[in-house]
């Protein structure tokens, strides 16, 4: 607390923007993320059902460990499926009045 007031009364407002932090820079860049995720949420690999991180890492270019903090930061989970399917058969609707009785 008093590290931020001794900046506020030394240099005023800029005085509480924040300094650069130690470490290294993140070395996955955004636009590598966002690519992760558009195809993760927009497309399937050829000859499978769903994304999993070897294929995406294949895919992408980074290591299964990063794909799984990506999905994991974003909640993604490609191997469960979200939507509801209908069946084609033709029939279908009069099955279901049959079976539930509407």
Same mark, same amino acid.
């Given at each position: 607390?008093?590290?931020? &007031? =001794?900046?506020?009364?030394?240099d005023r407002l800029e005085g509480m %923007?924040?300094?650069?932090?130690?470490g290294l820079p993140p070395s996955i860049?955004?636009?590598?993320?966002?690519?992760?995720?558009?195809?993760?949420?927009?497309?399937?690999?050829?000859?499978?059902?769903?994304? =999993? &991180?070897? =294929?995406?890492?294949?895919?992408?270019?980074? =290591? &299964?460990?990063?794909?799984? &903090?990506?999905?994991?930061?974003?909640? %993604?989970?490609?191997?469960?499926?979200?939507?509801?399917?209908?069946s084609t058969d033709p029939q279908f609707?009069?099955?279901?009045?049959?079976?539930?009785?509407?």
């Open positions: 607390m008093a590290r931020w &007031r =001794s900046r506020f009364v030394g %923007l924040d300094e650069p932090r130690p860049l955004l636009d590598q993320v966002e690519d992760v995720v558009i195809a993760t949420l927009e497309q399937t690999p050829p000859n499978e059902t769903h994304w =999993s &991180r070897t =294929s995406m890492a294949k895919r992408t270019g980074l =290591s &299964r460990t990063t794909i799984g &903090r990506i999905w994991g930061k974003f909640d %993604l989970k490609p191997h469960l499926t979200d939507g509801f399917k209908l609707v009069d099955k279901v009045v049959d079976v539930v009785g509407l």
